[in-house]
């Protein structure tokens, strides 16, 4: 398996301020080979 999956902390390329270079290479991985996410994501993203 090539895939991986994504926990909360890791959503900080949401935020410009906290944004960096593994960040940003993270989401172009997820942009093309797409990831998983727990079924709390949601939850977690909100508080």
Do not use: N
Request: glycine share 4%.
């Amino acid at each position: 398996m090539t895939g991986f999956v994504l926990d909360c902390s890791i959503a900080d390329w949401c935020f410009e301020d906290e944004a960096s270079e593994i960040c940003d290479s993270l989401l172009e991985r997820v942009r093309d080979e797409g990831a998983l996410v727990p079924s709390l994501w949601h939850l977690e993203l909100i508080v």
